[in-house]
C-alpha cells in the first residue's frame, strides 16, 4: 500500500448499535471512509459457511477502486467482506466486529465483546466494552433517566421483567430524590413501554438530563451509550430466557469440552450464547457499574476503553 493513505469501506447493517461503533471506529482512523448501506434478499439467513465469498445474500452492486480496508459487524456482512477482498485480489484487510459466523482464519482481525466470547487467538481482540459513544450536552442533569431496551434471546423480557425494573427504578429515583424518566428503544414492545410511561424525548435529550443512569441489560451498546456520558449507570438485570432453543444452546456450551468448543468457533462451524451477564459481570467487578437494587458501589472507576488498542491493531493491519 506504500505511503498513500488507507480507504476504508463501512458495510452499515440493521442494528443501530453496530452502525454506531463502526463509524467510531472509521471517525478515530482519519482515513477517507465509505459507507456501503448492506441490502440482503431472501439468502442472507443461509450459513455463512454455505455462503462463502460471496454476493448471493447482498443486493448491493459494488465496483472498483476496491478499499484497502472493510470493517463489518456481525454476520451477515461476512460473505460479501469476503467476497471484497477476493474482488481486490486479496489486498483489502477485513476487520469484523463482534462475531463473523466464518472461519476466524478468514478474517484478518476479529474485534470481540466480553458477552460473545471469542475463541482465543492471535488475530482476535477482545475488547472489554462496545466502542459506543454518545455526543451529549454536559450539563449538570436532574433526572434518573431509565434506557429501556428490548427482547434479545437468550435473555427474557417481557411484562413482567419490566414491571420489576419499573419498580426497583422509582424506588431509586426516590431515594435520590429525583423524577424517573422512561426512554424506550426502537426495540421495546409496545405494551412495555406503555407500561413503563416511555417520555417522548430523543436518546441525546434523555441522556443530556441524566443524573444517573439505568440501562436495562439487553444492550451493550446502550450500557457503552451510558457510560460515555460520564453519569453514574446501573444495570437492570434481565434473567435468562427457558425457552427450548435458549435452554439447548446454553447446556451444549456449558457441556461440551472447552477445547470442542474453541475449535468448532475457531472453524466458523460454532459461536458460542450471547451472554451478556458476562458484560454485567465485568463492569461490576471492576466498579464501573452498579447494579439495579442492590447497594450502591463503595466508589465508581471511569469505564475501560479499548478503542486505542483496537485503533493500533487495525492500523498495524492496513499498513503493513
Do not use: C
Not at 465483546?113 to 459506543?132: D, K
Amino acid at each position: 500500500m506504500g505511503e498513500a493513505t488507507p480507504s476504508v469501506w463501512l458495510l452499515i447493517g440493521d442494528k443501530a448499535g453496530d452502525a454506531a461503533q463502526l463509524r467510531v471506529l472509521g471517525e478515530a482512523l482519519g482515513w477517507p471512509a465509505r459507507e456501503i448501506v448492506l441490502e440482503t434478499n431472501r439468502w442472507r439467513d443461509l450459513p455463512n459457511l454455505l455462503l462463502g465469498e460471496s454476493l448471493l445474500s447482498s443486493r448491493v452492486s459494488l465496483a472498483p477502486p476496491w478499499p484497502d480496508l472493510v470493517l463489518w459487524a456481525g454476520r451477515r456482512g461476512t460473505p460479501i467482506a469476503r467476497w471484497i477482498r477476493r474482488a481486490s485480489g486479496g489486498r483489502a484487510r477485513l476487520v469484523n466486529l463482534g462475531r463473523p459466523w466464518a472461519p476466524y482464519g478468514a478474517i484478518d482481525l476479529v474485534i470481540g465483546m466480553p458477552q460473545y466470547r471469542a475463541p482465543p487467538r492471535s488475530n482476535v481482540l477482545a475488547a472489554r466494552l462496545p466502542f459506543n459513544r454518545q455526543r451529549i450536552d454536559q450539563r449538570t442533569g436532574d433526572h434518573v433517566v431509565l434506557l429501556v431496551g428490548g427482547p434479545a434471546p437468550p435473555l427474557a423480557f417481557g411484562v413482567a421483567e419490566a414491571r420489576r425494573i419499573g419498580e426497583e427504578a422509582r424506588a431509586l429515583a426516590a431515594r435520590l430524590g429525583m423524577k424517573l424518566r422512561v426512554v424506550a428503544s426502537r426495540r421495546t414492545p409496545l405494551a412495555v413501554a406503555a407500561m413503563l410511561g416511555a417520555a417522548d424525548v430523543t436518546y441525546a435529550e434523555a441522556l443530556s438530563a441524566a443524573a444517573h443512569l439505568i440501562v436495562t441489560g439487553d444492550s451493550a451498546s446502550m450500557i457503552a451509550d451510558a457510560l460515555s456520558s460520564g453519569r453514574p449507570v446501573d444495570i437492570a438485570p434481565l434473567p435468562f430466557s427457558r425457552t427450548p432453543l435458549s435452554l439447548l444452546t446454553r447446556g451444549l456450551d456449558a457441556t461440551l469440552p472447552r477445547a470442542l468448543v474453541t475449535a468448532a468457533q475457531s472453524a466458523g462451524l460454532w459461536e458460542r450464547p450471547r451472554d451478556m451477564p458476562s458484560l454485567w459481570r465485568a463492569l461490576l467487578a471492576g466498579g464501573h457499574v452498579g447494579l439495579l437494587g442492590g447497594a450502591e458501589p463503595a466508589h465508581r472507576v471511569a469505564p475501560p476503553d479499548d478503542l486505542p488498542p483496537a485503533l493500533a491493531r487495525i492500523r498495524a493491519l492496513a499498513l503493513k
